[in-house]
């Protein structure tokens, strides 16, 4: 039987949540010809001896940081989504041999957000302003809310973490963490919020799943805030991949 891949471009991620996910659902259908590789890339420009090769049927790639804008100049077209985002986080190989681009993050994260939200969550604060923030911000349009880019410097569309204060804090009371703060191993880091202002009204939402309670999230939760890590969106964005894939 002919090997079908499917994998994940990215740099530096044995840590990958994508390989573990996929491995255990071709276990699951019985899809024993089907593997999931990590293709951890120093430099982009590789994917294109990769895009050439399409080794043992490679079917379909995820993207992840820090790539998701620097694949669009290896692809055919890509998906209105996608395109509007700016980022790609899956690449599809068609039968034709074209190769085209889409984003399964903004499906991803409107679906696990939708549920926690209250009538009250009507301006949002995005931290970090790399791939994964366009696609948070592309969910908010799409879902009517109001949002600011938080990162280290200010510039026009975005505050700088030392402008934050207690009326902006109290105003926009959904806060997506989209930077890699937090995560394991360095699990004590958190974006530079004044988290004494967060109560009972906000919403912490941290793309982060490991470790599933980063600090940026007990800290809301001490204050009271909903909290929600990235696994189920990582999960949605997923089978939204692997639909895609087969269809």
């Given at each position: 039987m002919d090997k079908v891949t499917f994998g994940l471009v990215g740099k530096n991620i044995s840590y990958s949540f994508s390989r573990g996910y996929f491995g255990e659902k071709f276990q699951k259908l019985g899809l024993d010809n089907h593997q999931y590789v990590n293709f951890d890339l120093?430099?982009?420009?590789?994917?294109?001896?990769?895009?050439?090769?399409?080794?043992?049927?490679?079917?379909?790639?995820?993207?992840?940081?820090?790539?998701?804008?620097?694949?669009?100049?290896?692809?055919?077209?890509?998906?209105?989504?996608?395109?509007?985002?700016?980022?790609?986080?899956?690449?599809?190989?068609?039968?034709?041999?074209?190769?085209?681009?889409?984003?399964?993050?903004?499906?991803?994260?409107?679906?696990?957000?939708?549920?926690?939200?209250?009538?009250?969550?009507?301006?949002?604060?995005?931290?970090?302003?790399?791939?994964?923030?366009?696609?948070?911000?592309?969910?908010?349009?799409?879902?009517?809310?109001?949002?600011?880019?938080?990162?280290?410097?200010?510039?026009?569309?975005?505050?700088?973490?030392?402008?934050?204060?207690?009326?902006?804090?109290?105003?926009?009371?959904?806060?997506?963490n989209c930077s890699p703060l937090g995560t394991s191993p360095d699990i004590e880091l958190k974006p530079e919020i004044p988290y004494q202002f967060l109560n009972a009204n906000h919403l912490l939402f941290d793309l982060i799943y490991n470790p599933s309670e980063t600090t940026f999230l007990r800290l809301g939760k001490e204050q009271g805030a909903t909290i929600k890590n990235g696994l189920e969106m990582l999960e949605l964005q997923a089978e939204k991949s692997w639909s895609i894939w087969n269809s």
């Open positions: 120093q430099e982009i420009s590789v994917l294109g001896e990769i895009i050439k090769a399409r080794e043992n049927g490679l079917k379909g790639l995820n993207v992840t940081i820090p790539y998701k804008q620097d694949v669009q100049p290896f692809l055919n077209s890509i998906d209105a989504d996608a395109k509007e985002i700016g980022a790609v986080n899956t690449i599809k190989f068609n039968d034709d041999g074209t190769v085209v681009g889409y984003n399964t993050d903004v499906y991803g994260f409107q679906k696990a957000l939708e549920p926690l939200l209250k009538s009250h969550h009507t301006k949002a604060l995005i931290l970090g302003t790399g791939g994964a923030s366009k696609a948070v911000a592309y969910a908010f349009q799409k879902l009517g809310i109001t949002y600011k880019f938080v990162s280290r410097t200010a510039s026009e569309d975005r505050w700088s973490y030392d402008q934050l204060n207690e009326q902006i804090i109290k105003e926009y009371t959904v806060i997506v």
